[in-house]
T-cell receptor, first 112, second 114 residues
Framework: DQQVKQNSPSLSVQEGRISILNCDYT??????FLWYKKYPAEGPTFLIS?????DKNEDGRFTVFLNKSAKHLSLHIVPSQPGDSAVYFC???????????FGTGTLLAVQP | DGGITQSPKYLFRKEGQNVTLSCEQN?????MYWYRQDPGQGLRLIYY???????QKGDIAEGYSVSREKKESFPLTVTSAQKNPTAFYLC??????FGTGELFFGEGSRLTVL
């Protein structure tokens, strides 16, 4: 039972354009949502988060949007840079187990 | 520098052998975790520990064991009972158990069973 889903395994974007990564979840009890970035052969690093009581959080080029009614969140990267090429995991925290649950990841390739 | 150190980075094992992956942190974090990453499956929680001498099973604990004798150390043993041990293993820590979800990860250990 995949509670956090990233339906796009990969995404390719031109440098300078917007990257939009999507994530869907099934458990309405999640309290926090996070995005992690991972380079090959390295551990993930925390990127940005959003509480369930908000619908938007912005940090520089990165903005996360939360649509609770649709159980959907997205990460916008503007403008995209080649160094943004990585796997992005969305994650959710809360619910009955209160554990951090990760999605399957989306590989973003930013073309110069 | 504060951080999490995992060793070894690469490890090969024959079927039927146990292997222990090391994880050390100097962030003074109480909580530590082990995740496993497989292609197309994201990160799955193996074990986690809220405090010294205490640990809990995650979602895929079968075939694994852990210990937490010191705050800074959380080694993971992959036993011969683990049916499909070839994977990328990630150790993480946080100030308190799951908190707001911000975990600090090590660089990972890739285990290959021959």
């Amino acid at each position: 039972d995949q509670q956090v889903k990233q339906n796009s395994p990969s995404l390719s974007v031109q440098e300078g354009r917007i990257s939009i990564l999507n994530c869907d979840y099934t458990n309405s009890m999640f309290d926090y949502f996070l995005w992690y970035k991972k380079y090959p052969a390295e551990g993930p690093t925390f990127l940005i988060s959003i509480s369930s009581i908000k619908d938007k959080n912005e940090d520089g080029r990165f903005t996360v949007f939360l649509n609770k009614s649709a159980k959907h969140l997205s990460l916008h990267i503007v403008p995209s840079q080649p160094g943004d090429s990585a796997v992005y995991f969305c994650a959710a925290l809360g619910g009955a187990t209160n554990k951090l649950i990760f999605g399957t990841g989306t590989l973003l390739a930013v073309q110069p | 520098d504060g951080g999490i150190t995992q060793s070894p980075k690469y490890l090969f094992r024959k079927e039927g052998q146990n292997v222990t992956l090391s994880c050390e942190q100097n962030l003074n974090h109480d909580a530590m975790y082990w995740y496993r990453q497989d292609p197309g499956q994201g990160l799955r929680l193996i074990y986690y520990s809220q405090i010294v001498n205490d640990f809990q099973k995650g979602d895929i604990a079968e075939g694994y064991s852990v210990s937490r004798e010191k705050k800074e150390s959380f080694p993971l043993t992959v036993t011969s009972a683990q049916k499909n041990p070839t994977a990328f293993y990630l150790c993480a820590s946080s100030v308190d158990i799951f908190g707001t979800g911000e975990l600090f990860f090590g660089e990972g250990s890739r285990l290959t069973v021959l």
